[in-house]
T-cell receptor, first 113, second 111 residues
Framework: NAGVTQTPKFQVLKTGQSMTLQCAQD?????MSWYRQDPGMGLRLIHY???????DQGEVPNGYNVSRSTTEDFPLRLLSAAPSQTSVYFC????????????FGSGTRLTVV | ELKVEQNPLFLSMQEGKNYTIYCNYS?????LYWYRQDPGKSLESLFV?????AVKQEGRLMASLDTKARLSTLHITAAVHDLSATYFC???????????FGEGTQLTVNP
């Protein structure tokens, strides 16, 4: 049981490049979400999904796309990277209702130069 | 829109002392979570509070939830250096699914 797996752990991008951050969970959780963490700002919700085929925007969705074709995977796409997207990204998942808590991945540290 | 506020944001304590971190939120909720984060690491779940009056304890930490006051507290008893970390509360609105975080409380326990 691996929990929530994020890849890559570190990435450096040039401005304008695109990339996909991967998130996979093996707990059959319905809910998955992406957060970014910047110094002094806590965690801010980017996008979330309550099940396969269903996604919605969070607090800071601009510049990011998501899709949820399977229960297990929830990739986050940066369409055209900008320095403002330099951050640490966390993926989280939970069973519906959150009674068991939310499980977080180990994070992806992204630098856009 | 749900707002979650923690205070204090920075807390420097001496070992052996007690202190409380407060988490206020702006809309109705019956699901509140406390997390710990060490520098450069991910978030570690501490407590899941799912009803009014819920109280949970683990070691030197005790968390409680008052849904009527929209307030949760994280009480630290006889602090030790190993408790130095950033602590976050996070809330899900009633009938919602989005987990919204507070800004975090950076705790430093000095010998």
């Amino acid at each position: 049981n691996a929990g929530v797996t994020q890849t890559p752990k570190f990435q450096v991008l040039k401005t304008g490049q695109s990339m996909t951050l991967q998130c996979a969970q093996d707990m059959n959780h319905e809910y998955m979400s992406w957060y970014r963490q910047d110094p002094g700002m806590g965690l801010r919700l980017i996008h979330y999904s309550v099940g396969a085929g269903i996604t919605d925007q969070g607090e800071v969705p601009n510049g990011y796309n998501v899709s949820r074709s399977t229960t297990e995977d929830f990739p986050l796409r940066l369409l055209s990277a900008a320095p403002s997207q330099t951050s640490v990204y966390f993926c989280a998942s939970s069973r519906g209702g959150g009674a068991g808590g939310y499980t977080f991945g180990s994070g992806t540290r992204l630098t856009v130069v | 829109e749900l707002k979650v506020e923690q205070n204090p944001l920075f807390l420097s304590m001496q070992e052996g002392k007690n202190y409380t971190i407060y988490c206020n939120y702006s809309t109705t909720s019956d699901r509140l979570y406390w997390y710990r984060q060490d520098p450069g690491k991910s978030l570690e779940s501490l407590f899941v509070l799912l009803s009014n009056g819920a109280v949970k304890q683990e070691g030197r930490l005790m968390a409680s939830l008052d849904t009527k006051a929209r307030l949760s507290t994280l009480h630290i008893t006889a602090a030790v250096h190993d408790l130095s970390a950033t602590y976050f509360c996070a809330v899900v609105e009633t009938s919602g699914s989005r987990l919204t975080f507070g800004e975090g409380t950076q705790l430093t326990v000095n010998p």
